[in-house]
């Protein structure tokens, strides 16, 4: 069964460090997100992306993170100079073009900032 | 009042029990309800997908959403101990579909 996956599993960063957070979709899914979550809190949405765009984001998501898919595969979520407060898992999910599909997501990568 | 909330337990139960799990939520232009399942250090995986009222069925799993009440359920059937895991209910407006969720319960089935 096709599946997301992400990558690194695990990253330790030292604070006000960049880092770079990847994801492959499954391969004919056109919408994808970005969600966290902090220990013991529900999980956020963090942006949405289609059609090499952004098109919605939360307030989370301010200056400090961007996103692309740079190549017909991958999806990436940069952090720049990152906080002890961004210390969460980070979940990529995709899904199929069409209204009543659901979201498909990766095994999460757990970012710890030191 | 939160958008979307869940008991997040724990819930012990003995296998073979039937469990049941719900949310309420206050936003009425939510109309996609899913249930995903949570092991620890994995991502949510998906179990149950409905859209507006109604009920899904799907082997040992039921999925319920009344919308008039803006409360969803999720019953397991015959319950293993294979299904201890946190069970996280989200759901979203048309359009984006960006998912918000519940806290998760967390469930035991003890054998």
């Known amino acids: 069964e096709p599946e997301v996956t992400q990558t690194p599993s695990h990253q330790v960063t030292q604070m006000g460090q960049e880092v770079i957070l990847r994801c492959v979709p499954i391969s004919n899914h056109l919408y994808f997100y970005w969600y966290r979550q902090i220990l013991g809190q529900k999980v956020e949405f963090l942006v949405s992306f289609y059609n090499n765009e952004i098109s919605e984001k939360s307030e989370i998501f301010d200056d400090q993170f961007s996103v692309e898919r740079p190549d017909g595969s991958n999806f990436t979520l940069k952090i720049r100079s990152t906080k002890l407060e961004d210390s969460a898992m980070y979940f990529c999910?995709?899904?199929?073009?069409?209204?009543?599909?659901?979201?498909?997501f990766g095994d999460g990568t757990r970012l710890s900032i030191l | 009042q939160k958008e979307v909330e869940q008991d997040p337990g724990p819930l012990s139960v003995p296998e073979g029990a039937i469990v049941s799990l719900n949310c309420t939520y206050s936003?009425?232009?939510?109309?996609?309800f899913m249930w995903y399942r949570q092991y620890s250090r994995k991502g949510p995986e998906l179990l149950m997908y409905?859209?507006s009222s109604g009920n899904k069925e799907d082997g040992r799993f039921t999925a319920q959403v009344d919308k008039s009440s803006k409360y969803i359920s999720l019953f397991i059937r015959d319950s293993q101990p294979s299904d201890s895991a946190t069970y996280l209910c989200a759901m979203s407006a048309a359009g984006n579909r960006k998912l918000i969720w519940g806290l998760g319960t967390s469930l035991a089935v003890n054998p």
């Open positions: 999910a995709s899904r199929e073009q069409g209204d009543g599909q659901p979201q498909h």
């Open positions: 936003n009425s232009a939510f109309q996609y």
């Open positions: 409905t859209y």
